[in-house]
């Protein structure tokens, strides 16, 4: 019954979702690049989390998709439609903010009606809408509230109305979840995700969780130094990292990366090459590479030990039932669970 | 033990006590007092006279006079310094050539004394050759005795407040405009707020306890700032720029009728914590505090 209700009040939102193209997007400052020929297709309809640690650029590119910022060069197409020169309103796309950006004095309504009001929708249609959306987040109760009467997730809900009330094609969401804690973060995630999926929204998230990224991406851009490092689905950005940053961003812990130098079957391979290897997929076991044992970390199912080949650290995941390892250990892993990369940090096929 | 922290404590305040005691509430009571009695002269010491004052002051038709000068003194200086501060402030709230020169320049008025202020003004007003009639010569306009004539002197006083307060006020409403967080401008940019739209649903409201603030203040600034008066024209001509303050001062230090300018001086009291009050009941519903 809940679910039929539902159903109905997204029918009611019709969304014609649009994709996002950025060609050779370049952003520089006096002093510095933050974004440097960025060309990156975001398909209409899907999840797409910017993805990298703070000040690889990722918010940067979002204001500049949203028109806070204008690009130094390069164009940005919606639905085939050059927006690159067009003010943030006549982009056809709602954005959601870190802090959420609520108007401290207008109640939860009149927040999230604000657009609406702006735009001259008739008195009419703005309640009906409001009402629906209001219903749809779980908002019915609040609407009289102010932004510091609610709790931060309540917060989060009405910064999501206000751009899904817009009705717009586009949401662009910039850190949302992260001013709440663990349990509310992991249940907004599935919200929002749901939010998206129903209502067909090309949604563009930036953040710089990976598991964030993991979980709720359709399609992950991994940015760094202001330039795309890869662009994949979370499975393949964690099964093929095109470079040694994502490795090393990707999963916890991350991949090994061992200089070929130091691995007898990998000596052949040009100087400056790694090995790149999952903690998951090494096997301690009687033959293999040799490594110096240096701790054990306990986490429960799993444990960590942290050991040593030639110079390079590296961190082997193994059930803890296992029991604790010897001083000294042989490594050894499937052929297909190797990773090469070369000298300059690129994948090797 | 405890009998001498109390006493340290005690001792402790002492000063401050003195003076605010000394200079600010037996002042205060004592002009109260003194308001139901008549001025000692010679050897006529003082009697208790009732309300006697405050019938002489309903029929005083210098203090009728002074009281309407005040009034659209204020009517005039409270709006004008809000409106001016507020805009030089949102003028000078972003980034533009200049800025800190602007800023200062804006600032520059409140940092002078008043009385140098109404000196420079002073100059501005000289008929004939004072700024302002060569600007009007420029124009072939005939010179004006701007603070001579009665029909000029209290708006010619009026200008000099507004631009000496103006600059002071300014600074409350930077920092006040400085608090509205930026990503409010931009979440209402992308759903195509005009400039002025925003200022009246977001930022007006906003920044309201600063105006109340400012208002209470420029209110009491209208009944005490009377610095320039002394300087530029003396309460003339006849009275036409005459300030309650201005004549309680007359009356008490140039008439000596001590017992005419405390009641007068209570009359200024209440009034103020009339308007001071009302202020703050009336516009709080209305004000929004975090």
């Known amino acids: ?349 | 033990m405890i009998k001498r922290e109390w006493i340290h404590a005690w001792l402790l305040l002492l000063p401050a006590l003195v003076l605010l005691f000394g200079f600010t509430h037996i002042p205060a009571v004592q002009t109260f007092i003194d308001s139901f009695w008549s001025t000692p002269r010679g050897r006529r010491p003082s009697t208790f006279v009732g309300w006697d004052n405050y019938a002489r002051m309903t029929a005083d038709p210098v203090f009728l006079r002074v009281m309407t000068n005040n009034l659209i003194y204020a009517a005039i200086t409270i709006p004008a310094s809000i409106a001016i501060s507020l805009w030089m402030a949102l003028f000078v709230h972003r980034r533009i050539m200049g800025l800190g020169f602007l800023r200062m320049a804006y600032f520059t008025p409140t940092v002078l004394p008043l009385i140098a202020v109404a000196n420079i003004w002073l100059f501005f007003y000289l008929p004939g050759f004072g700024l302002f009639d060569q600007i009007r010569g420029l124009f072939g306009l005939r010179p004006v005795n701007w603070i001579g004539q009665p029909s000029t002197a209290l708006y010619s006083i009026t200008a000099v407040t507004v631009w000496n307060q103006a600059g002071f006020f300014m600074i409350f409403f930077l920092a006040a405009l400085q608090t509205i967080p930026e990503n409010l401008r931009e979440a209402a940019a992308l759903e195509g707020t005009s400039r002025w739209t925003f200022f009246w649903r977001v930022t007006w409201p906003l920044i309201m306890p600063t105006t109340l603030f400012v208002s209470v203040n420029a209110t009491i600034n209208a009944f005490r700032m009377v610095d320039h008066v002394f300087v530029m024209t003396q309460g003339g001509p006849n009275n036409a720029s005459a300030l309650l303050l201005y004549y309680i001062y007359d009356q008490g230090f140039r008439f000596w009728d001590t017992a005419y300018a405390a009641t007068l001086t209570v009359v200024m009291v209440v009034i103020l914590a009339i308007i001071g009050i009302g202020q703050f009941f009336l516009l709080d519903r209305r004000v929004h505090y975090r």
């Open chain 1, 1 to 349: 019954m809940a679910m039929n209700a539902m159903t109905s009040i997204d029918e009611q939102i019709a969304i014609a979702a649009a994709g996002l193209r950025l060609e050779g997007v370049r952003k520089a400052y006096d002093t510095a690049v933050a974004l440097d020929n960025v060309t990156i297709d975001i398909p209409a309809g899907a999840f797409t989390v910017l993805l990298g640690p703070s000040g690889c650029g990722k918010s940067t590119l979002l204001r500049l998709i949203a028109g806070l910022d204008r690009p130094t060069s390069g164009k940005i197409l919606l639905g085939g439609n050059d927006i690159t020169r067009k003010p943030p309103a006549e982009r056809d796309l709602s954005m959601v903010f870190q802090s959420y950006a609520l108007f401290p004095h207008l109640t939860v309504a009149e927040n999230i009606i604000f657009g609406l009001r702006v735009r001259r929708v008739d008195k009419a249609e703005r309640w009906e809408r409001l009402n629906r959306v209001a219903r749809m987040m779980g908002l019915d109760g609040l609407l009289d509230r102010r932004p510091n009467q609610l709790s931060g997730g309540q917060q989060q809900r009405v910064a999501l109305a206000r751009a899904v009330i817009s009705e717009r094609p586009v949401c662009l969401m910039d850190e949302p979840l992260s001013n709440l804690d663990a349990k509310l973060r992991a249940e907004m995630r599935v919200e929002i995700r749901d939010l998206q999926q129903r209502l067909g929204l090309t949604m563009v998230y930036v953040t710089h969780d990976q598991v964030e990224a993991m979980t709720m991406a359709d399609h992950i851009v991994v940015m760094n130094q202001g330039r795309v490092e890869q662009v994949a689905r979370p499975r393949e950005l964690y099964a093929a990292p095109e470079t040694t940053f994502c490795a090393r961003f990707i999963g916890t812990p991350p991949m090994n990366l061992i200089s070929a130098r130091d691995l007898p079957a990998y000596r052949h391979l040009p100087e400056g090459s790694l090995v790149g290897v999952r903690p998951e997929d090494m096997i301690v076991d009687g033959e293999g590479v040799e490594a110096v044992v240096e701790g054990v970390e306990y986490l429960g199912a799993d444990q960590l030990i942290a050991a040593r080949i030639g110079a390079a650290k590296i961190i082997v995941r193994q059930p803890a039932r296992t029991g604790a390892p010897d001083a000294k250990v042989r490594l050894s892993w499937p052929a297909e669970a190797t990773h090469l990369f070369d000298a300059d940090g690129r994948r090797l096929h």
